[in-house]
């Protein structure tokens, strides 16, 4: 089974609420077996666009990134962080196909 991707860029306007954003997404994050890859760490923009802050989350199917992103306590949480932060997120199933030599 394929793992699968939260890629995610955020500039927060709203420290406090954000923060409890954060705070209340553990619970959902947990139940589908979430996987911080990278949050919120040094970046460099090599080409194009960025928000100031990045995070990779893992999880261990495609279907557990959606289902994550559709439970109920989820979308409570994100209520939290609404006016607090510009986000884009996508949802990417991982690869397991050839690589570079």
């Known amino acids: 089974m394929k793992k699968a991707y939260w890629i995610v ?24 077996g979430a996987r911080f890859l ?7 923009v090599v080409e194009g666009q960025a928000r100031a802050r990045n995070t990779i989350v893992e ?4 279907q ?5 992103w559709h439970d109920a306590a989820y979308q409570a949480a994100r209520q939290l962080r609404h006016g607090a932060a510009l986000m884009d997120v996508v949802i990417v199933q991982g690869y397991d196909g050839p690589q570079p030599a």
């Open 9 to 32: 860029q955020v500039d927060i306007t709203q420290p406090e609420a954000f923060a409890a954003y954060v705070a209340a997404n553990g619970e959902a994050l947990a139940r589908y």
């Open 38 to 44: 990278a949050r919120a760490g040094e970046h460099c």
């Open 64 to 68: 557990a990134a959606l289902d994550c």
């Open 59 to 62: 999880f261990p199917s495609y």
